[in-house]
């Protein structure tokens, strides 16, 4: 359906009503007005509507969220485009309204000058940097100009990430808005004038926009021709268009970040629109931050704690904030990028931008399809405990590492001391935190073909095969099996010759002539799921070795000293229940024989008693 | 026969860079047997107004996704887009919404 550029005779020929409205159509709200833009797929607004609309968003969408506190500061990150423009001034008006509907937060504004990575000449940067003083002095807020040069005199606290205040809850939100408006009850409804309330006994009377608010360690100093030329240094040094702008995204998110934390702002407001978002969201997902979208695309991102990051523009398009800008005079500056007049397939943030606005070009819903998408993304922690102790984070964008904390493709120590090095699955750790977590994936682990990765070795040495681990093993109650090496065999030998999963579903242990490395299963795992090992079987021994040591433990034909036979009396049971796990285990899975070499009858070890 | 039209022709967002940087531009479209329409104007724009990089401006027959077109501050889509007739005295306006106007899709802001 979406196939950009294919040629749609009909619709283009038809001229369906949604896609052309005329202008004879009046305005779709208020049925009088002669419309002046289509919003969507055939929404025509007049001009009013049209401006009650847009200001209704975002306030719905800061009213929805209800991160912001009132009195909270808050740093409008303003790049002097046109989504961020809009922003500033949808905060200015929003503070002028009338006290019971007007925005109740203390904005702040950081500017960054990014001239230097783009190529801009000092003239040129001056310039721009002079309107751009310009806008900020009209809108009246503290503003804080830094040059993108400073990224050299960060401090390394930008890379951590602090302790995080917790979220307040819908209860927590209410209760400091009515104590708010009581505040501001009890002050004498001093007319609620123009300037914000106090908060924490801040003097808001009249923002001084000079250099007070701004950076104390640069006092509205350009930076020096050496760090200018150190930043373009680095960015020369970086090949491609994709990672120039990924490396300016992340040096600007930290410098917005040392700026909040250094004036104290617990948020920060970005003018990201809808538009620009689902750009994002495509992007990332080619760049390979798939696992990220939640927080790179979603209303609010707090991976660096203290300060949260929000972007109330997320509903608004970019033809939306165009619009309102040309028709409602709101002042922008424009100032070139990195990637002005870049073609296409410069990069790969460019070329997803052309694929979607060519797409919503043709199928008008695209953007607001992949918005509602993004807002499906959750940001679930990987263990699905929130409180959970962090992970470690990316160094530059403080996410959570993408790495699989289960273990799953792990090197066990075993392997390595071996000299294979290779990934073997399994499970490194005996410290795992979740046993449920291993029940419901050893199963699947168990139907994967396992790789043959250590193809030659040297006869392990024999080992029990411990059966309190054996039983561990999620739904796979092997360790029921006989006591002696030859029952074990027979009963290997009636299901026939089993694969290696089958080996490891039964024994999850390599025989000495395969040499296969099948993954052992994890000392931890008893520790979940079944009772203390016999003392009769060196369950210690076993449980601090590496799990890579369970996995060599023999099928040898002779059975460990140590491992006794289990009960008599309850090996026939046991016997039948393994044998049935067995023929259904196969006949589940008709695979092919894995390639690793191995004996028809693998032996089984000296299995132990089975622990009740 | 159309007459020749005088028009405004604005460019923002970042477009006027196509353009030598400047934005507002009179124009005086020469009188012609068919009709102005946003069509032809934009064969003309990209024959003599446009100074670089056409591809980044025009697409086909029409302006490049991510362009948005106001005639008379007023949507195009509204007025016929390509086939809208122009009148004399009539203002266009193209503003770019384009990634290379200002900040980078990947930025988050």
């Not at chain 1, 200001?55 to 506190?69: D, E, P, S, T, Y």
Request: glycine share 10%; charged share 20%; proline share 10%.
């Amino acid at each position: 359906m979406c196939q950009v550029g294919e040629d749609y005779a009909e619709p283009a020929s038809e001229e369906p009503p949604p896609r052309q409205p005329g202008r004879e159509q009046k305005c779709v709200k208020c049925k009088e007005g002669l419309p002046v833009v289509v919003i969507r797929a055939g929404d025509a607004f007049c001009r009013d509507c049209f401006k009650a609309f847009y200001i209704h968003k975002f306030r719905a969408v800061l009213g929805k969220n209800r991160l912001i506190f009132p009195g909270e500061k808050v740093l409008l990150a303003w790049s002097g485009g046109p989504s961020s423009s809009s922003m500033v001034w949808q905060v200015l008006e929003g503070l002028s309204r009338e006290s019971a509907k007007r925005l109740r937060f203390v904005p702040g504004i950081v500017c960054i000058d990014e001239g230097a990575a783009c190529g801009l000449s000092p003239e040129a940067r001056a310039k721009a940097l002079a309107e751009m003083k310009l806008i900020l002095q009209t809108v009246g807020f503290p503003w804080h100009v830094v040059a993108l040069e400073e990224v050299f005199d960060l401090p390394p606290s930008v890379l951590r990430c602090f302790a995080q205040e917790p979220v307040g809850t819908e209860g927590a939100y209410k209760a400091a808005v009515d104590s708010f408006l009581q505040q501001q009850h009890v002050l004498g409804a001093e007319g609620a004038g123009d300037s914000p309330s106090l908060a924490q006994g801040e003097e808001q009377l009249s923002w001084p926009c000079t250099q007070d608010p701004q950076n104390p360690q640069s006092p509205d100093r350009p930076p020096t021709a050496a760090q200018t030329e150190a930043l373009s240094r680095l960015f020369d040094s970086v090949k491609t268009l994709t990672a120039k702008e990924e490396l300016l995204q992340a040096l600007r998110t930290h410098l917005i970040l040392h700026v909040a934390r250094t004036h104290g702002y617990s948020k920060v407001m970005t003018g990201d629109s809808c538009t620009r978002l689902a750009i994002k969201l495509m992007t990332s997902l080619a760049l390979g931050r798939g696992a990220f979208l939640a927080w790179d695309t979603g209303f609010s991102d707090e991976r660096h704690g203290d300060v949260v990051v929000v972007r109330p523009m997320r509903e608004h398009t970019l033809k939306e904030v165009a619009f309102y800008n040309h028709l409602f005079a709101v002042p922008s500056v424009f100032t070139p990028a990195l990637d002005t007049k870049a073609p296409e397939k410069a990069s790969i943030h460019r070329l997803m931008e052309a694929f979607m606005l060519r797409l919503q070009d043709q199928f008008p819903s695209t953007v607001s399809t992949v918005y509602r998408t993004s807002e499906k993304l959750v940001k679930a922690p990987r263990d699905g405990c929130a409180a959970g102790p962090p992970g470690p984070r990316c160094l530059l964008c403080m996410c959570a590492l993408d790495i699989d904390t289960a273990g799953l493709c792990l090197p066990s120590p075993g392997c390595s001391e071996e000299g294979t090095g290779e990934w073997v699955l399994g499970f490194s750790s005996p410290l795992v935190p979740s046993a449920p977590l291993y029940l419901q994936t050893v199963p699947r682990l168990l139907g994967l073909r396992l790789p043959c990765i250590c193809p030659r070795r040297s006869p392990p040495p024999h080992r029990p095969l411990h059966p309190a681990v054996l039983q561990g093993w999620g739904g796979c109650r092997a360790a029921v099996g006989g006591p002696g090496p030859a029952r074990g065999a027979a009963l290997l030998s009636q299901g026939g010759p089993p694969s290696p999963r089958h080996r490891a579903a039964v024994l999850r242990l390599p025989c000495e002539h395969e040499g296969l490395a099948l993954p052992g299963p994890p000392a931890a795992l008893h520790l979940g799921r079944g009772p203390a090992p016999q003392p009769e079987v060196p369950t210690p021994t076993l449980l601090r070795e590496p799990w890579g040591a369970l996995g060599r433990s023999a099928c040898g034909a002779t059975s460990h000293p140590a491992a006794s036979p289990g009960p008599a009396s309850s090996s026939r049971s046991r016997s039948t229940w393994l044998r049935t796990v067995m023929m259904r285990r196969r006949l589940a899975r008709a695979e092919p024989e894995d390639e690793c070499p191995g004996p028809e009858t693998p032996r089984v070890p000296g299995l132990g008693p089975l622990p009740r | 026969m159309a007459a020749p039209l005088s028009v405004e022709v604005e460019f923002g967002g970042g477009a006027e860079l196509l353009f030598d940087g400047v934005k507002k531009h009179q124009v005086t479209l020469p009188g012609q047997e068919e009709p102005w329409d946003i069509r032809n104007l934009l064969v003309w724009i990209k024959k003599n107004l446009l100074k670089e990089r056409p591809e980044l401006f025009i697409q086909g027959d029409s302006v490049r996704p991510g362009i948005l077109v106001l005639i008379n501050d007023a949507d195009w889509e509204l007025l016929g887009e390509l086939d809208y007739q122009l009148q004399d005295q009539d203002s266009i306006l193209f503003i770019s919404t384009l990634h290379g106007s200002r900040i980078g899709a990947g930025s988050t802001w």
